[in-house]
């Protein structure tokens, strides 16, 4: 007779929101550096924050990491799957209405943004500007990888169900390797083979299939070292019991990013060996800067990047994504000052500090409200003691 299965809860991990606040900063300073003229002017730091548009890739990899993970968890303990609409109700509601206001704010608000067409709203009210070139407006650049992130929110109850499908208690990791990997490499030999032009193609999921399936791959990991069922991925607690040294190795590899072997700083399009080169950089450097914070034990570390000020920066993190390109946008405009010039110091500061008013406004006002409605209603009905029972009976046949 089998040993009873243990049924560890889903814990949040509060250290992660450091990592939001860290993709969100590093975006943040990719378009300072871009509209002040560093990023294309070359010089010493052009490399440097050029490159920090690899918060792009932070923030795929978390969100690969923390939406599979209910369903890996589900399946190893036995409990009913999420329920793919709630999810849906609930993603939906903590992206669209806080963005919403953004767009309409962007549009109506920015001069130069005077000449928008009706085609213009819907496009972007539907997150479907990505899929041409030349549509993204002014202020809402950045919002090419919120609309290939949805796409990838839509895909995933598809993508759970089949990674946790049949007697595969672990979300089949080498099955999600190879399939982010096959996708990722043939969109890029694609784009390489002239079949597929850069723009807009390496704005759509596709090309970044490799950054989710990592985040799902840590996802399925950590949740089966939990359950003490995948020991040999084991040398994964033991690199975030040595978190300097992974984000020490992080920072190395951002350095190998900064080099041409990335592609271009500036405006030109990388080629497409240049591009697979930085995909899967950035891939290694957001692993990197998570796995200490997802896995092992609790840390002085951990503790210290879960406290107050960090928590309340992950809250608004995602407001300081959608407002700081308006913020720019604004300073520009009311000092009338040219396009790619100023001091980065002032202008980076300036615009954290505007972009953390709007999105506290945001949060406080938007994001906060719209997410406690999500969660009541529609109202999920109470597990009966039938339901528990028969949950119970699944996790002991299954194991």
Same mark, same amino acid.
């Given at each position: 007779m089998s040993a009873p299965i243990s049924t560890p809860t889903l814990h949040r991990v509060p250290a992660l929101d450091a990592v939001r606040v860290i993709g969100s900063v590093a975006v943040v300073g990719h378009h300072v550096g871009f509209a002040t003229g560093i990023n294309t002017g070359g010089g010493v730091w052009g490399g440097w924050l050029s490159r920090l548009d690899a918060g792009v890739a932070v923030f795929f990899v978390l969100s690969g990491f923390l939406l599979f993970r209910p369903w890996v968890h589900a399946k190893t303990t036995g409990k009913a799957a999420p329920d793919p609409l709630t999810y849906l109700w609930r993603r939906a509601m903590r992206i669209l209405p806080a963005?919403? =206001?953004t767009v309409v704010v962007c549009l109506l608000v920015l001069p130069r943004n005077a000449n928008? %067409?009706?085609a213009d709203w819907i496009r972007h009210l539907t997150l479907t500007q990505i899929y041409e070139a030349g549509n993204l407006k002014h202020g809402l650049s950045q919002t090419w990888s919120l609309a290939t992130e949805v796409v990838f929110y839509l895909l995933l109850p /598809?993508?759970?169900v089949y990674l946790t499908s049949g007697r595969h208690r672990s979300g089949r990791p080498w099955a999600i390797i190879g399939f982010s990997v096959l996708i990722t490499g043939v969109w890029v030999a694609l784009i390489a083979g002239g079949v597929l032009t850069p723009t807009p193609h390496t704005m759509w999921l596709p090309a970044y299939a490799l950054w989710f399936g990592a985040g799902m791959l840590l996802a399925a990991v950590? =949740? #089966? $070292?939990?359950? #003490?069922?995948?020991a040999r991925w084991g040398f994964l607690d033991g690199m975030a019991a040595a978190p300097l040294a992974c984000w020490a190795a992080a920072l190395a590899v951002f350095a190998i990013a900064t080099t041409p072997v990335g592609g271009p700083h500036g405006l030109t399009e990388p080629s497409a060996g240049e591009l697979a080169v930085k995909l899967v950089l950035y891939m290694l450097l957001a692993v990197l800067i998570v796995v200490p914070l997802a896995f092992g034990p609790e840390t002085r570390t951990k503790l210290a990047l879960s406290g107050g000020t960090v928590?309340? $920066? #992950?809250a608004v993190s995602y407001g300081l994504f959608l407002w700081h390109p308006f913020v720019i946008e604004s300073i520009y405009w009311v000092t009338g000052r040219p396009e790619f010039t100023g001091? +980065? #110091? /002032? %202008? +980076? @500061?300036l615009t954290v500090a505007g972009g953390l008013?709007? @999105?506290a406004l945001c949060y406080y006002l938007i994001e906060s409200p719209c997410q406690r409605l999500s969660h009541r209603w529609p109202r %999920?009905?109470?597990?009966t003691s039938t339901d528990s029972q028969r949950s119970t009976a699944q996790a002991s046949a299954v194991s």
């Open positions: 963005y919403w =206001v928008v %067409t009706n /598809v993508l759970g950590q =949740v #089966g $070292l939990r359950d #003490g069922r995948m928590k309340w $920066l #992950g001091s +980065f #110091g /002032v %202008t +980076f @500061a008013v709007l @999105a %999920t009905p109470r597990p």
